[in-house]
């Protein structure tokens, strides 16, 4: 059954760097998604991407954020100033419509030091 | 605000008997529900999805939606101590973004 992969699995970076993180949707999905998971926390939404465009954001995805898919395959989310508090679990999500299911990638583990 | 509330846990029920989970959620608007399953330090994995009120079962598992009174459930037939997980409930308010909305989970254990 096809998945969505993420990479890398742990990133480990220094406050104020920046970062990004990868994720390979299923192939014959069109809709994308970010979500982030801080350790013992609520699943929270960040964004959503479709036909190259920004369907919907959350007020956590500021203009330190910033998505895109540059190659038709890959799907990145990129924070430009990392702080402390943008440790968490990030997940990829991918649905084949806005209606159906969204599958989870494994996730990225941010660490900010 | 849409929000989703979830009893944290943990459920206790011994193998073989029948896991009850409940969800509520805000939003009158929100269409579909989604169960996901996530272990400890894993990504959620999708179990169930329930669009229309009533039952929907899949295997062990039945999805149960009442839109009137705002309240999804999923019940686990048989369980087993791998079942034992973080069950999330999350909610989509069907526009354009598809946005999901989780409750903060409820913690299952299956006791041998």
């Known amino acids: 059954e096809p998945e969505v992969t993420q990479t890398p699995s742990h990133q480990v970076t220094q406050m104020g760097q920046e970062v990004i993180l990868r994720c390979v949707p299923i192939s014959n999905h069109l809709y994308f998604y970010w979500y982030r998971q801080i350790l013992g926390q609520k699943v929270e939404f960040l964004v959503s991407f479709y036909n190259n465009e920004i369907s919907e954001k959350s007020e956590i995805f500021d203009d330190q954020f910033s998505v895109e898919r540059p190659d038709g395959s890959n799907f990145t989310l990129k924070i430009r100033s990392t702080k402390l508090e943008d440790s968490a679990m990030y997940f990829c999500?991918?649905?084949?419509?806005?209606?159906?299911?969204?599958?989870f990638g494994p996730g990225t583990r941010l660490t900010v030091l | 605000q849409k929000e989703v509330e979830q009893n944290s846990g943990p459920l206790s029920v011994p193998e073989g008997a029948i896991a009850s989970l409940n969800c509520t959620y805000s939003?009158?608007?929100?269409?579909?529900f989604f169960w996901y399953r996530q272990y400890s330090g894993k990504s959620p994995e999708l179990i169930m999805s329930?669009?229309?009120?009533g039952d929907k079962e899949d295997g062990r598992f039945t999805a149960q939606l009442n839109k009137a009174s705002q309240y999804v459930s999923l019940l686990i037939r048989d369980s087993q101590p791998s079942d034992s997980a973080t069950y999330l409930c999350?909610?989509?308010?069907?526009?354009?973004?598809?946005?999901?909305?989780f409750g903060g989970g409820t913690r299952l254990m299956v006791k041998p």
């Open positions: 939003d009158r608007g929100s269409q579909s």
């Open positions: 999500a991918a649905s084949a419509s806005a209606l159906n299911e969204q599958f």
């Open positions: 329930i669009y229309s009120n």
């Open positions: 999350a909610a989509a308010f069907n526009n354009a973004g598809n946005m999901l909305t």
